[in-house]
């Protein structure tokens, strides 16, 4: 780090410029507008179903369907993009350019998080109204092809939680960028960051099982690996709502603050991580 950056204060609205440029960069990539178009297709699909006059149970099927689309597709759309983004700024050494400029490694860090999370919270954004959109439609047919199935008229979809749901998802993602973001800080390519982030997305969504053993387990060696586990990954099992909400359960707002809090900790706990490591990098 040069003299004159060290002497330069931090500033926010450089940590905004970059994620602004991050985001306009990646809603234009093919990839984005790929992975939205199979995941609305993907979405649509579930109305091949509806010759099954499942009922109101269908309903059940189509929230199961997007809820499932947003996590697998939100996941993979946050991995991809977030190492292709951050380690292409540094294999095509545009990074160089940018960090010659006044500016602090830690704000690259930062703006290349924020866009790559506001990418994926603007596809999910976009799933959520597809969702909502579908599930508002085929819930008004089957109102009216088996009124017997709905008390009163009364629709039985509680629309505000799946938008809930959707936020809840913005917050695992933002961890989920976060790692990958700290992988690629000392990865020579986007590949080994994508891999790394895969699996610690896989590891994340089984943490609880390591929590849970080691509550059982005698070994101390054992214990202290469990308890490693459960400290250095994210238990994104926590984030899977979504067979509550399909099946119209309403969840305490208690709830979705602890969430938001959790998310908010992990994520800055590799961000922090993730800028030391970047600044000890020879670029």
Avoid at 11 to 32: C, D, H, P, Q, W
Wanted: proline share 1%; hydrophobic share 50%.
């Amino acid at each position: 780090m040069s003299e004159s950056t060290k002497r330069l204060s931090w500033s926010t609205s450089r940590v905004v410029t970059i994620g602004l440029n991050t985001f306009r960069e990646a809603v234009r990539t093919k990839l984005f507008i790929a992975m939205t178009t199979l995941a609305m297709c993907t979405l649509a699909s579930s109305f091949l179903f509806c010759e099954f006059n499942f009922g109101s149970s269908e309903l059940k099927f189509i929230a199961d369907f997007g809820f499932g689309g947003m996590t697998v597709f939100g996941s993979a759309l946050a991995v991809i993009v977030t190492a292709q983004l951050f380690n292409g700024e540094i294999e095509h050494r545009t990074a160089l350019t940018l960090l010659a400029k006044p500016i602090h490694r830690s704000e690259f860090v930062l703006g290349k998080f924020l866009g790559s999370w506001a990418t994926v919270t603007c596809f999910l954004g976009m799933l959520s109204v597809c969702l909502v959109f579908a599930l508002w439609f085929r819930e008004t047919s089957i109102l009216a092809e088996y009124p017997d199935d709905f008390e009163g008229g009364r629709r039985i979809v509680q629309y505000g939680e799946i938008v809930w749901f959707s936020v809840v998802q913005v917050f695992r993602i933002g961890i989920l960028c976060a790692v990958v973001i700290l992988f690629s800080t000392y990865a020579t390519s986007s590949l080994f960051a994508m891999v790394m982030g895969v699996l610690v997305w896989i590891a994340g969504q089984l943490q609880h099982i390591a929590t849970e053993a080691r509550g059982v387990v005698d070994n101390l060696i054992l214990k202290s690996v469990y308890a490693l586990a459960s400290f250095a990954l994210p238990n994104f099992h926590l984030f899977d709502i979504g067979e509550k909400l399909a099946l119209g359960e309403s969840l305490p707002s208690s709830l979705y603050l602890k969430l938001f809090v959790y998310a908010f900790l992990y994520s800055s706990f590799y961000l922090a991580v993730a800028s030391a490591s970047f600044n000890r990098r020879e670029l």
